[in-house]
């Protein structure tokens, strides 16, 4: 089904407006806030510490262990029930996988660094609006970091490629492809990468291609929040 | 950390680690409509170092047998590790539950909500409203935060369309929740021998022991909750009665 204009008006390859904070929770030792739209992450980070039980201790570096939820009332429909299911068990691996290659906790051998993520309200791309926070609040903690980690969803909606899908676009009578990624922003490696629907591989590169340059406007917000609380420390 | 012994120490001077009167709040600030997207109505509530969100779902229920014209609310707290060093993963702490019962006891008892309003059809579906509350960041006082900020994202919500007897939660309606008192709860907590409001983590943590109070504007106590571990003589709970009417009264402020 053609799908020839979106909804809010934007370009095919835009984001929806886009806020970062860095250092909204006081009792972590590093923390973010970030906003895509409608949709609105905050994540804490906690650490590091001893990690029980035994055997889940890694002998060379810290485990990160990650926790995707979204609060009771910021679903779309229904209350979400509180505690974790099937779904965000899964996230909360696959954002741990996404930070894996550019975390370092190597000076923290046996121990575990918590990361908290929770959503506050959504209109779809949840777990990369907190991957996108995470990784702020991993660098806010100060972790050494090869780079940051930006996420957004791409896809398709109807016969269009778009990034940074919303509620109304995934849910699209004409049908709708949603791929979140995750993208290194200065090798554009891709961490995480999910897809649920049908395409085909030249708009599947396509997808990939936009939600890579979207990445790039993203990792601006983020540089843009760690500068507003650092100054001129993060420039380097 | 603080110790117990530099904030029992502060006390008998007269004084508090931030330097506050023993009855003065923190700064408290109230935003309206933090999820206004996903739920029927939402809310934040600072108070100095501590915040906590919350939001209400509203969906049709079977009533109770008892209470065919009836529909009831669900408060439910969850301490969030995100906010604290101290929460851990897991299901609800006792101290969890406790702040869900006394949230939920202040705004029930008090009748500020007419359950019988929220009746769609007598003995068949009535209005179940969820108040989730959530800490972001967990510094003292979370019984009186939580209190705030479910009748903030209670007097925030509005009804959902209903078509075909199921709800669309994408329609709102302008019908505003019924929402006809404000009980506001102030906790008197004894720290040493003297009495103070709003503590911080640390105070908190000091302290022998608690008393939440809940007043409606017509100055009725309409839920109480000791906790601690030290006991309260009868002087001593009028004397955190009288100081928690006193406070609730300037609270009432935050809501015109």
């Known amino acids: 089904m053609k799908y020839s204009k979106r909804n809010d008006g934007r ?72 505690g974790t299911n099937r779904r965000s068990k899964e996230i909360s691996m696959v954002v741990e996988k996404a930070f894996e290659p550019v975390l370092d906790l190597s000076e923290f051998p046996k121990a575990v660094v918590d990361v908290y993520i929770e959503l506050i309200q959504t209109d779809a791309g949840t777990r990369c609006a907190g991957i996108c926070a995470a990784s702020l609040a991993l660098a806010d903690a100060g972790f050494d970091m090869k780079d940051l980690v930006c996420a957004v969803s791409c896809g398709l909606v109807g016969d269009q490629v778009v990034v940074d899908l919303d509620k109304s676009e995934e849910d699209f009578e004409g049908g709708a492809v949603d791929i979140p990624i995750a993208v290194l922003p200065r090798t554009g490696e891709i961490t995480l990468l999910q897809l649920d629907g049908e395409i085909s591989k030249e708009d599947l590169h396509k997808a990939i291609q936009q939600g890579k340059a979207a990445c790039q406007k993203i990792y601006a917000v983020q540089q843009a929040a760690l500068r507003a609380k650092y100054g001129q420390e993060a420039k380097q | 950390m603080i110790s117990r012994e530099y904030i029992e120490s502060l006390i008998t001077q007269h004084t508090r680690v931030d330097g506050r009167k023993f009855d003065e709040y923190r700064k408290i600030e109230i935003e309206y409509g933090i999820s206004a997207k996903s739920a029927e109505g939402s809310a934040r509530v600072k108070i100095g170092n501590t915040e906590v969100v919350a939001g209400v779902k509203m969906e049709l229920g079977t009533p109770f047998p008892d209470k065919p014209d009836e529909g009831s609310i669900m408060v439910n707290v969850e301490l969030l590790p995100l906010s604290s060093p101290f929460f851990e993963s897991g299901p609800p702490s006792i101290d969890a539950i406790e702040l869900s019962r006394v949230t939920d006891r202040g705004i029930r008892e008090s009748k500020a909500l007419d359950f019988k309003k929220l009746c769609v059809r007598k003995g068949e579906k009535v209005w179940l409203l ?66 103070l409001v709003d503590p911080s983590e640390a105070e908190e943590r000091a302290a022998n022991a608690r008393l939440s109070v809940v007043f409606t504007e017509d100055g009725k106590i309409c839920a109480m909750q000791k906790g601690g571990d030290f006991p309260l003589t009868e002087e001593e709970i009028m004397e955190a009665v009288h100081l928690a009417e006193k406070k609730t009264k300037e609270l009432r402020r935050h809501f015109t």
């Not at chain 1, 984001?15 to 972590?28: F, W, Y």
């Not at chain 2, 007097?155 to 506001?184: N, S």
């Open chain 2, 130 to 195: 969820f108040i989730d509350i959530y800490p972001i960041n967990t510094d003292g006082n979370l019984f009186d935060a939580c209190n705030l900020v479910a009748l903030a994202a209670i007097r925030d919500a509005v009804f959902p369309k209903i078509v075909d007897d199921k709800i669309d939660y994408h329609e709102k309606t302008k019908t505003k929740v019924p929402l006809t008192k404000l009980p506001l709860a102030c906790t008197v907590w004894k720290v040493g021998d003297t009495f």
């Open chain 1, 11 to 82: 370009k095919f390859d835009e984001c929806r407006p886009m806020k970062a904070e860095v250092g909204v929770v006081k009792n972590a030792i590093g923390s973010a806030k970030f906003q895509i739209g409608k949709t609105v992450a905050v994540a804490a980070v906690y650490g590091p510490k001893d990690l029980f039980p035994k055997f889940l201790q890694k002998p060379n570096t810290a485990r990160l262990r990650c926790n995707y939820n979204m609060m009771a009332f910021s679903g779309s429909g229904e209350r979400v029930r509180p």
